[in-house]
């Protein structure tokens, strides 16, 4: 219960964190953004315009009017579906509860049958769904006709009046055969204590889908395009004109400058960066939930989102140099380096969108903008070294030439009247595109990231913990050093991030510099100091080269992705030598199982999970007799196989495909490093 609770309020402390960074991110846009907008006209319907010939000199739509909106969306309201989440665990534990009870007191007055016929109707009754009473009520007071029921991750569709209460199920279960089965034998069986509620009303779920349901709803019937005639002086305001006058009347005052009007734009606006962003936290948590999870990466997000939004803002409203120095493309490739390329795409079109509207010609500026942001993104796809960045900005800066110039081959019919000026703030925001590199140390020291360019460096083997490593466990450094390159192939044929792999693989096993001589790669002369303990204590001097390899790791200031692969290269898997070996002297006896099982946690991303694969393939390796491709076959499936049988990798984002093409590289590189041979055939006799 104790844990349950401390789950509970720590996502109540998450979601409080995500509250209150939207919020703010959300404000401090607003409060930056220009305001502005003008209607100077009275009208009232069935009565002659007293004005001139009013022509709409800007797009706007026909809202509906407020009846309209009420009635339609009351409609879309009453087909509403609510949802709910099926928990397939309640059914699970009413039967193993029946069968318990059956054992230990109910045989006495309950006949073998009538516990196959409660089996049989409860399993009826949790297929149809058992609701809360209150939800119950809620669902006939809403006239609600289905529900959406959520499975795991398929949602159907169900009629909410084969659904039951705890009361109708109990009263199922009496009545549902009085023929041959007798009512006063089932009540002696206190039936209520197996039934329980397996569907449970999914608020976020319903109050999510009931939002975008309303947000989906259209507010207009119809357009009015600039240019376009909307009456003459002396015409009679018919409902059709009124409609299309009170809109114009809306959109202008959008547009006014008056304090009032002022807070109807700063409304508009709030609802619109809302919106936006709200869009920008769903597509995180549907679809990068690792990142919605973690707060330094939504704190990223939302920083650069925040800091580019501002400052184009200012540069608008206070008419400061030209909005196209700003370098947009830094955006995109600060978060792919850090995070992914769609989230870095994403990122970019919601803070071009929420800047555009700062512009007087938006569509020109999106445009430009997300044309360059996508060349960054291919063209940088992993940042090593710095002339990668100057090879971007200089792609960034022709692939906005080049657009801007085919833009204005499509609006202008004079090529003298092209603008030169142009092409030169490209030129600066290519310049400024530049300072990307440095602001990637400081980002990696705020928000807690690790961008490839550290990785590089820390992989270098003249890194003083890589040299320390290699004089004092020579054997260790040797193994890590081909378990990163079996790591880092495996990690580029499924798309993991090598990089990544091949440093972890480089630290993972820093604590065996503490105890050398007990680990048998480092052991020379038949010196094996494990036969003077015993096998606990041989498994404790094992296991604690990783709480030795994390303590080294924060000396030396490792980032804390290389301490997990530190800290999961084993997982919570067991030292099995000393482990097996316990066992084999001692049968019949269970020995402590923590003394020989590592402090974990198991992998839990691609990369730390190919880490275990190749630490492990990797070491038993070397104790092949002999190396032929089936030896080497044999072993790589065994090691590999185990390790997927044990659960290690359960709670890792790696699929079976992902593990057959490790195995196969695994095999490949072996065989290369050992210099396998085919088997000749003998003479048969």
């Given at each position: ?104 007191s109910l045989h006495n007055i309950l006949p073998i ?235 970019q079109v919601i803070t071009i969108l929420i800047c ?254 190919i880490l275990m694969m190749a630490d492990g393939v ?68």
């Amino acid at each position: 219960m104790g844990i349950s609770r401390t789950k509970k309020a720590f996502s109540y402390r998450n979601l409080l964190y995500k509250a209150l960074i939207f919020i703010g991110t959300v404000t401090v846009i607003v409060y930056f953004l220009p305001r502005e907008g003008k209607f100077n006209y009275q009208f009232d319907i069935n009565k002659p315009w007293k004005y001139g010939q009013l022509i709409a000199t800007f797009d706007f739509p026909i809202y509906k009017s407020d009846k309209v909106v009420k009635h339609e969306q009351d409609s879309i309201l009453s087909s509403f579906k609510p949802f709910y989440d099926l928990n397939k665990d309640v059914v699970f534990k009413a039967h193993e509860k029946l069968k318990a009870d059956y054992q230990a007191s109910l045989h006495n007055i309950l006949p073998i049958a009538y516990l196959h016929h409660i089996q049989e109707k409860l399993t009826e009754i949790y297929q149809a769904g058992i609701v809360a009473t209150e939800d119950i009520n809620r669902l006939k007071q809403d006239s609600t006709t289905a529900i959406m029921l959520v499975d795991e991750k398929i949602v159907h569709q169900r009629n909410a009046d084969l659904l039951f209460s705890i009361k109708r199920a109990y009263t199922f279960l009496l009545t549902a055969d009085t023929v041959h089965f007798s009512q006063n034998i089932l009540r002696q069986c206190s039936l209520n204590e197996y039934l329980s509620p397996n569907l449970t009303y999914d608020k976020q779920r319903t109050e999510t889908s009931k939002k975008e349901a309303l947000d989906n709803y259209s507010w207009a019937n119809g357009i009015v395009l600039s240019g376009q005639k909307i009456i003459d002086r002396g015409e009679i305001v018919n409902q059709e004109t009124y409609n299309i006058l009170s809109s114009l009347r809306k959109e202008s005052i959008q547009r006014s400058e008056s304090m009032g009007q002022k807070r109807l734009i700063l409304a508009g606006q709030i609802l619109f960066v809302g919106i936006i962003m709200l869009c920008f936290m769903l597509y995180i948590e549907l679809f990068r939930k690792d990142y919605y999870e973690r707060t330094g990466s939504i704190a990223l997000l939302f920083s650069l989102i925040m800091f580019f939004c501002v400052v184009t803002a200012i540069m608008v409203t206070n008419n400061i140099f030209n909005i196209y120095i700003v370098p947009y493309a830094m955006l995109p490739i600060i978060i792919q380096i850090f995070l992914d390329s769609r989230t870095a795409f994403i990122t970019q079109v919601i803070t071009i969108l929420i800047c555009s509207i700062c512009l007087r010609y938006p569509h020109e500026f999106i445009l430009l903008q997300l044309s360059a942001g996508l060349v960054a993104i291919f063209s940088l796809r992993e940042l090593s070294q710095r002339s990668q960045l100057f090879q971007t900005a200089i792609l960034v800066i022709l692939t906005y030439a080049a657009v801007y110039f085919a833009f204005e081959l499509i609006t202008e019919n004079d090529l003298s009247k092209l603008n030169g000026s142009m092409y030169i703030y490209f030129t600066i925001n290519g310049i400024f595109l530049l300072f990307a590199y440095p602001l990637l140390f400081l980002l990696e020291k705020t928000f807690g990231f690790t961008s490839n360019v550290t990785l590089v460096e820390l992989s270098n083997i003249n890194n003083p913990l890589l040299r320390r490593l290699s004089e004092t466990v020579p054997g260790t450094f040797q193994h890590s050093m081909q378990v990163a390159n079996l790591a880092a192939e495996a990690a580029i044929r499924i798309g993991a991030n090598s990089q990544l792999v091949r440093t972890g693989a480089l630290y993972h096993d820093i604590g065996k510099m503490k105890n050398p001589v007990f680990f048998t790669e480092n052991q020379t002369g038949g010196l094996n100091p494990h036969k003077n303990l015993s096998y606990e204590q041989s498994s404790q001097v094992i296991i604690s080269h990783v709480t030795d390899g994390v303590e080294l790791a924060e000396k030396n200031n490792l980032p804390k992705v290389i301490k997990e692969f530190i800290t999961t290269h084993h997982g919570r898997g067991k030292t099995k030598f000393f482990y097996i070996s316990w066992k084999n002297e001692h049968p019949g006896e269970e020995p402590n199982e923590e003394l020989f099982t590592y402090p974990g946690p198991n992998p839990f991303t691609r990369e730390t999970a190919i880490l275990m694969m190749a630490d492990g393939v990797e070491a038993t390796s070397r104790s092949l007799t002999e190396y032929t491709e089936e030896s080497i076959n044999n072993i790589v499936d065994k090691i590999i196989d185990s390790q997927v049988e044990e659960g290690y990798f359960r709670e890792c984002p790696i699929t079976f495909k992902d593990i057959a093409t490790v195995k196969s590289v695994f095999k490949e590189k072996l065989k290369t490093i050992y210099h396998t041979r085919i088997s000749y055939p003998e003479l048969k006799k």
